[in-house]
């Protein structure tokens, strides 16, 4: 149960369906990271899927960006409250990154470099729903929103997509990345305002 | 549910919010607390605030600083239209990450841009023996957030140093003219990176992303840089 707020009105009344609840539209795009930005040379950049019987994919940006991408415009919802609608994205599904890969784990746990990690559902990034984005609005992805390269989950909180990914490793059970060691939900479904654990 | 017991404006824009929250458990320095708002038709907005006060067992009293943006929509109503007596709806402490522990014996560097000073404050007045230093960086006089008590603080504590950086305006006699935080203040008035400091840096996202690249560029392991942005440009 809500109390009402004596004398509030609310100035950014977004009628849109789009908005998940406890929301705000964004029309820049804010920053979330928990420390400074990496920097990461191209000729050093490196992803990999590992899986859980310890087999290792490895791509470099060579072979990666010469994977065939797709172009995707998704809505993206950060914990922190905002949301933005219709934002451009070029990258490589996670469909064409485990095409050649067996594997039998159930979840995911992304690293980045710098040492972040964040936990995902194997489902979740399968059937169109994920990809791992090196573009943004037609340009190389910025090094502060996760570039040379980041997973893009869209319809999980923001924080699932790792900036800077370089390695997804499989596990059979679920285990708590980053965030979701410090307090934030396991899953984190937008429409479901699973912000924090217990939510 | 939260209860509003005083209110006491810092600056001209900025308010303190002293909180009455019965169930409240504790929190870390550096953690926050989300608000939700709800008008008479049902409407909600929440909003991220961190907690300014440290926790002592007896109190019960959650303290949070709010900067008015003079469009936005949560602030102006927090800074302007809350009284006394009103009841606000939070959650938390939240964040589990951007927190200084009192068990932990490394020096701190703190840097604040602006509103950015809250959580670091709640740091200052949780210290104990460490050595802090605090670089807090404001547009003018102004403009700094618990100027008393900082200025009280710096002069009785000696483990605690702070240097304000003014980028439009500085007070009468300052040594220098107004200038923007750049990396020679950061190596100056933070600590070295040989001291392997705790740093923490919080304010709006770009004064953030600037200033950790500056630590990082000063040799400071990027693990040891904690960050909070606030939002913003
Ligand atoms: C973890 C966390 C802790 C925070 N702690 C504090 C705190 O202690 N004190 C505090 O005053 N604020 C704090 N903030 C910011 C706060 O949550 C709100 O974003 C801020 O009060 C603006 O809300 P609003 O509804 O008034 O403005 P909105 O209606 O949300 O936005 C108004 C306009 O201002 C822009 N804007 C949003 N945030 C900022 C900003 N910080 N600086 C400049 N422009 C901005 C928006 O893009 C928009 O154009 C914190 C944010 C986070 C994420």
Not at chain 1, 165 to 189: I, K, Q, T
Not at chain 2, 63 to 86: A, F, H, K, M, N
Request: aromatic residues 12%.
């Amino acid at each position: 149960m809500s109390i009402i707020s004596r004398g509030f009105g609310g100035r950014r009344r977004d009628p849109s369906p789009d908005l998940p609840p406890g929301q705000y539209q964004a029309h820049d795009f804010p920053v979330l990271s928990a420390g400074p930005t990496p920097r990461i040379p191209l000729d050093r950049w490196q992803f990999s899927i590992l899986t859980e019987t310890g087999e290792e994919h490895t791509w470099d940006w060579k072979q990666f960006t010469a994977l065939p991408a797709e172009d995707v415009t998704v809505d993206i919802h950060c914990v922190t409250k905002w949301s933005k609608f219709g934002t451009g994205w070029k990258g490589v599904s996670l469909d064409t990154l485990f095409e050649d890969v067996e594997t039998a784990g159930d979840y995911v746990m992304a690293h980045s470099v710098g040492g972040y990690t964040t936990n995902v559902p194997f489902e979740d990034l399968l059937d169109g729903k994920a990809w791992i984005a090196y573009e943004y609005d037609g340009e190389p992805l910025h090094p502060e929103h996760g570039g040379p390269a980041r997973l893009l989950i869209p319809h999980l909180y923001f924080w699932k997509s790792a900036k800077w990914v370089d390695r997804l490793r499989m596990m059979h059970e679920d285990e708590p990345g980053f965030w979701e060691n410090a307090g934030y939900h396991m899953y984190g479904d937008p429409w479901q305002e699973q912000r924090y654990h217990g939510d | 549910m939260a209860t509003v017991r005083e209110t006491r404006e810092e600056t001209g824009t900025a308010r303190t919010l002293v909180l009455d929250i019965p169930e409240w458990a504790g929190h870390l320095p550096g953690q926050h607390i989300d608000i939700r708002l709800t008008a008479e038709d049902g409407y909600q907005a929440q909003r991220s605030y961190s907690i300014a006060s440290a926790w002592s067992a007896d109190s019960k009293t959650v303290e949070i600083s709010v900067q008015r943006l003079e469009d936005g929509e949560v602030s102006p109503y927090l800074t302007e239209v809350v009284e006394p007596g009103d009841q606000i709806e939070v959650r938390g402490p939240i964040g589990g990450w951007f927190v200084w522990r009192a068990e932990s014996t490394a020096p701190v560097t703190l840097i604040a841009g602006g509103s950015g000073i809250v959580p670091l404050m709640a740091m200052v007045r949780a210290r104990g023996r460490q050595l802090f230093r605090l670089i807090y960086a404001v547009r003018t006089p102004a403009d700094v957030l618990y100027a008393d008590e900082l200025r009280r603080r710096a002069r009785e504590d000696f483990g605690l140093d702070v240097h304000f950086v003014y980028s439009r305006e500085v007070p009468a006699g300052w040594p220098v003219p107004p200038q923007r935080i750049d990396i020679a203040v950061v190596n100056t008035h933070g600590w070295p990176p040989d001291f392997a400091p705790d740093c923490f840096v919080c304010g709006p996202n770009t004064f953030v992303e600037v200033v950790a690249d500056m630590l990082v560029a000063l040799g400071h392991d990027p693990a040891k840089v904690r960050t909070e942005r606030f939002g913003g440009a």
